[in-house]
């Protein structure tokens, strides 16, 4: 059988930063004697609103694996992108910010062009400039594993699913780096990054967007700014969901130690990654 992990034409590795797409990563460079090919990419792609933690953590995959890996930002003007590094990076959300007001309206829950624009077209856009014209997302490798059955099912082609493929679950994840010198310094819980990704992604559920607020308040901030913002004919604003309070309210809620959520909600599935 055909190792999953080997690669044979030209692809780009998304990296989000979380565990399974790192351990995805080093998966691929065991199968490739250590190395990426020279036909191949490790790419992260910032928003500005990870936690300092993943920051370091990518940085700290590429310094302990010994691999090149792209950090690249929206820009709302030509090219379209920006190639930063761990020290550069912005850390403010300015590149969700600048996208959000190029665009007048903020991304939700059905229209969720932050994923899209911030990642999956940075990406690309980075990559045809540096000589891949010919580059499509097919040829992109997501970090997506077996036991997420309902976001591989979305995927029509399997061959970008390596750990999917091999099987992998979170619990092979969790077990990989238990045994290694450095980890993710966000709390894994039952397989679960809970602060990973955008830290207030409106796609978290409720209950754990409340919590991570009440951990950190100031967390809250960007985000109630953003709603605050003159994007809407409401004279209260914009919110990035109809469906539950505003960034403001929650803020307000987490200072008085109040519940406002079922705590079961599940979170929406987002192809940000793990």
């Known amino acids: 059988m055909a190792n999953p992990f080997e690669i044979k034409e030209p692809t780009c590795i998304s990296f989000s930063g979380g565990r399974t797409s790192a351990y995805m990563l080093w ?3 065991d ?9 191949a990419r490790v790419i992260f792609a910032n928003t ?4 300092e933690a993943t920051l370091k953590f990518v940085n700290d995959c590429s310094v302990n694996w010994n691999v090149p890996i792209t950090w690249v930002e929206y820009r709302d003007a030509d090219p379209a992108f920006a190639v930063v590094n761990y020290e ?37 856009k980075y990559l045809k ?13 997501i970090g997506m594993r077996a036991d997420e059955q309902r976001r591989a099912a979305k995927i029509a082609d399997k061959s970008r699913m390596p750990l999917v493929t091999a099987g992998v679950t979170k619990e092979t994840v969790g077990e990989f780096w238990r045994n290694q010198s450095f980890d993710l310094e966000l709390p894994n819980i039952n397989g679960v990054t809970y602060h990973g990704n955008c830290d207030l992604c409106f796609l978290k559920g409720g209950s754990q967007v409340l919590s991570l607020i009440a951990e950190k ?28 309070p505003s960034y403001k309210s929650m803020i307000q809620f987490a200072a008085e130690q109040k519940d406002m959520f079922d705590p079961n909600e599940e979170s929406i599935a987002c192809f940000c990654g793990d």
């Open 217 to 244: 308040p100031e967390r809250g901030i960007w985000w109630a700014r953003m709603e605050a913002l003159a994007l809407a004919s409401k004279p209260s604003g914009a919110v990035f969901r109809s469906d539950r």
């Open 27 to 29: 998966r691929i460079l």
């Open 129 to 141: 400039s540096t000589g891949w014209d010919d580059h499509n997302e097919t040829m992109d490798w």
């Open 88 to 124: 550069t990076a912005s850390r403010n959300g300015e590149p969700f910010e600048a996208l959000i007001r190029k665009r007048q309206y903020l991304p939700n829950p059905v229209t969720r062009f932050c994923t899209s624009e911030l990642k999956i077209r940075s990406i690309h």
């Open 31 to 39: 199968a490739n004697n250590g190395i990426p090919p020279p036909h």
């Open 48 to 51: 500005g609103k990870e936690e």
